[in-house]
């Protein structure tokens, strides 16, 4: 629905989705909807509070590098909506020049991960961490195995 309004397409999402988002929840799962990738309206934060308006116990698929990438503020969103969020990525963008140079371990890059982990433990989060290996370095035998102990190290003086 490319023409439509931001509440046109939530309202949409919301009719489509609803049997789904319920079937989900009566089996003990949570919806999380991952932002700023193609075919999707979930371009930015305004498009999660439209549909929290009409579904507020769909959450969020934090990538915090997708979303500085995209150019929004991560730790804004996680201040404000940590409590939605309900499955983090861990993934690391390092910009060189305004550009997307790398994309190393975490810890290695731009994302203030203790500011993010700051507030996700304030708003009581208890969801998953995963570890995304992404960016061509990370197919690149030994490196793979390095970068995924790295960046399990380094989100460790997070987790209690």
């Known amino acids: 629905m490319p023409e439509a309004s931001l509440d046109e397409k939530a309202a949409e999402f919301a009719e489509v989705m ?29 498009a999660y509070e439209k549909v929290w308006e009409r ?15 995209h150019g929004d503020d991560y730790v804004a969103w996680v201040r404000r909506h940590g409590d939605r969020v309900f499955h983090v990525h861990v993934k690391e963008h390092l910009y060189h020049n305004g550009d997307l140079a790398s994309q190393p ?27 995304e290996p992404h960016g061509p370095i990370w197919g690149v035998p030994p490196l793979m195995q390095k ?11 997070f987790i209690v």
């Open 147 to 157: 970068m995924v102990l790295l960046s399990k190290r380094h989100i460790e003086q």
């Open 105 to 131: 371990a975490a810890g290695m890059g731009d994302i203030k991960w203790g500011k993010v982990f700051a507030f996700l433990w304030e708003h009581g989060y208890a969801g998953y961490l995963s570890i």
């Open 55 to 69: 579904m507020p116990e769909v959450g969020i698929k934090l990538d915090p590098a997708n979303v500085r990438h």
């Open 18 to 46: 609803r049997p789904h988002v319920d079937r989900a929840g009566e089996a003990g799962i949570k919806i999380a909807l991952y932002p700023m990738h193609g075919g999707s309206f979930f371009t930015g934060l305004e």
